[in-house]
């Protein structure tokens, strides 16, 4: 089987191919990474509506002009590939990219509102492509924690997952772990052992997500150590 099969880059590979299939695999494409193209392009200096604009435009272009023909999974990083797309794109952009209102030639009715959408700005003496790695990681994070939610759905453990979703990610004291055991009548251990269980699996699906961005091992190195420095969290 095609080591790229479920990965990001199987998404790109049939994005390059034709008919509807690819549209799909596109539109999967530009809708999963929109926040971190928005945030770089954000970084960059453009005020909100540009930048909007511009990510609209950047997607269009993938889409309609076929940017991602040279994509080549054994290059490794996905984000790498993206990150300098996105670069390439703002230097060769033209009057009409730049016109381009938002909608005009692509429709994103689909896209659900990212929950990082309003934390994606820069933030005193970021770089754009710091802004980039940390919408990037957020992207990252959130798709984890998704899968982890649907996990605690199936599992029928849905309520306590949304009791807990707050400390997956920050760590609880001792008056959280009281609030949640009184909420849902359980002992404060059985509380504690159940973050514990929900942190090592979020990490489990972290590394996940990030397996589907790398080529390999070495790349995924990279792209694990790159996520903890965007998050500022050992939680990886």
């Not at 008919?19 to 770089?40: F, I, K, N």
Request: aromatic residues 8%; hydrophobic residues 40%; contains cysteine.
């Amino acid at each position: 089987m095609n080591r790229f099969n479920t990965t990001r880059w199987s998404l790109v590979l049939r994005a390059q191919s034709s008919g509807g299939d690819a549209r799909s695999a596109l539109e999967t494409l530009c809708r999963t990474y929109r926040p971190p193209v928005l945030a770089y392009i954000r970084g960059r200096g453009y005020s909100s509506d540009v930048a909007e604009d511009l990510t609209q435009s950047f997607f269009a272009q993938f889409l309609e002009r076929v940017g991602h023909a040279d994509a080549d999974p054994a290059r490794g990083r996905f984000r790498a590939f993206l990150l300098t797309a996105i670069k390439r794109f703002l230097i060769n952009a033209t009057a009409e990219a730049h016109a381009l209102k938002r909608g005009g030639r692509i429709h994103f009715e689909s896209i659900d509102s990212s929950p990082h959408d309003a934390e994606i700005v820069p933030a005193g003496s970021e770089s754009p492509e710091q802004v980039f790695e940390r919408a990037w990681a957020l992207v990252v994070l959130d798709a984890a924690l998704r899968r982890l939610r649907e996990e605690a759905r199936v599992a029928d453990k849905r309520e306590l997952f949304d009791h807990l979703r707050g400390f997956l990610t920050e760590t609880p004291d001792e008056a959280d772990y009281t609030r949640v055991a009184a909420a849902m009548n359980l002992r404060r251990n059985t509380v504690a052992v159940a973050v514990h269980r929900l942190r090592h699996r979020l990490r489990e699906l972290v590394h996940e997500e990030l397996a589907h961005t790398a080529a390999g091992g070495e790349e995924f190195e990279v792209e694990l150590r790159e996520l903890r420095t965007a998050l500022g969290s050992g939680m990886t």
